[in-house]
């Protein structure tokens, strides 16, 4: 059975860097587009950035790009999202997903999730 699991989120100042990664085990994900979401209380789970199975194709949310860079080791079966320049807005709980298919980078598009990994960004 398929399980993501979420690591590397934390207590963060403004300014500062973390660096998510997503473990898949029990599947091998080398031909699934993976993507990192993020969720805070009230709101609707939104994309943040997605990644095709090669590598080779990426998107970002307009409020992450120049920030965020989202890259995949496959031998590790693992994707990552790393965060620069954070602020207080980039506070959610990340998710991380896998679809077989790299279309839009939205929730609904994505089938297999992780538990999520807490991301806050303070002072």
């Known amino acids: 059975q398929l399980q993501l699991v979420e690591s590397g989120g934390g207590l963060v100042q403004p300014g500062g860097s973390l660096r998510l990664s997503c473990a898949a085990s029990?599947?091998?994900?080398?031909?699934?587009?993976r993507g990192w979401f993020r969720q805070v209380p009230g709101k609707e789970r939104e994309g943040v950035s997605c990644?095709?199975?090669?590598?080779?194709?990426?998107n970002y949310a307009d409020s992450v790009k120049g920030r965020f860079t989202i890259f995949r080791d496959n031998a590790k079966n693992t994707v990552y999202l790393q965060m620069n320049s954070l602020k207080p807005e980039d506070t959610a709980v990340y998710y991380c997903?896998?679809?077989?298919?790299?279309?839009?980078?939205?929730?609904?598009?994505?089938?297999?999730w992780g538990q999520g990994t807490q991301v806050t960004v303070s002072s």
């Open positions: 997903a896998a679809e077989r298919l790299f279309r839009l980078c939205v929730p609904k598009k994505y089938n297999y």
């Open positions: 990644i095709s199975s090669s590598g080779g194709s990426t």
């Open positions: 029990g599947f091998t994900l080398d031909y699934y587009a």
